[in-house]
């Protein structure tokens, strides 16, 4: 089985300023991907980005990008030029590569980040 | 553009009666989702179906049971209703990978249920 952990309830930052979110996981499997989601107060779950466990090149979205350290098992958002649109619950999740059509797209998530975006 | 729908964005039961939540997508997706999200456990899946008819636990069945007649509605059934099942209902979809593929699960936009 596969666990995420974040291990940040609250975090808070100035606009324009950079703020890093934490996350670990644990798998015994070798084909993943990894992935941050962000759900802002209106509810809708909104893909920030994602992380292909078999490349070693850190994803990047725009202000958005990822450290993905495999043998540590660790997975971290880092938010660039923070923005009040920014303010929401950021979840990492997990899902085990579709080979032989077995993972069905399940993902398993973290606890969540409560990211707050101070003016 | 993609969309999942739910059928309620707020909903208040009583103790004991039989909820029925309802998921519908539009974009002919194989694999669909009902999880369950509560504050400081993240979001927890319930059950999942990559078929019509078929279904599978996912990690807290437990109180719940799901219907899958068509291929676009996925159906989350609470029995008897209890207290402890008041949260946040969110239905995803996403469609069937082949080999290492990555497909992206799309979600609605949550149904908080509340039992007094």
């Known amino acids: 089985a596969q666990t995420v952990t974040q291990s940040q309830p609250e975090m808070s930052v100035q606009e324009a300023e950079t703020v890093t979110l934490s996350c670990t996981y644990d798998?015994?499997?070798?084909?993943?991907?990894l992935f941050w989601y962000k759900q802002p107060p209106s509810r809708q779950m909104i893909l920030v980005i994602r992380q292909e466990a078999y490349k070693q090149q850190n994803a990047t979205e725009n202000r958005f990008s990822v450290n993905f350290q495999k043998a540590a098992k660790s997975f971290s958002l880092k938010i660039s030029d923070s923005q009040l649109g920014d303010t929401a619950m950021y979840f990492c999740?997990?899902?085990?590569?579709?080979?032989?059509?077995?993972?069905?797209?399940?993902?398993?998530f973290g606890q969540g980040t409560i990211l707050t975006v101070h003016p | 553009d993609v969309k999942v729908t739910q059928s309620s964005r707020y909903l208040v039961k009583r103790t004991g009666e039989k909820v029925f939540l309802e998921c519908v997508q539009d974009m002919d997706h194989e694999n669909m989702f009902w999880y369950r999200q509560d504050p400081g456990l993240g979001l927890r899946l319930i059950y999942f179906s990559y078929d019509v008819k078929m279904k599978e636990k996912g990690d807290i069945p437990e109180g719940y049971s799901v219907s899958r007649e068509k291929k676009e509605r996925f159906s989350l059934i609470l029995e008897s209703a209890s207290t402890n099942q008041t949260s946040m209902y969110l239905c995803?979809?996403?469609?069937?990978?082949?080999?290492?593929?990555?497909?992206?699960?799309?979600f609605g936009p949550g149904t908080r249920l509340t039992v007094l």
């Open positions: 798998t015994s499997e070798s084909n993943y991907y």
């Open positions: 995803a979809s996403t469609p069937l990978g082949e080999g290492l593929t990555y497909n992206e699960q799309f």
């Open positions: 999740a997990f899902m085990i590569s579709n080979a032989g059509g077995t993972s069905y797209g399940k993902l398993t």
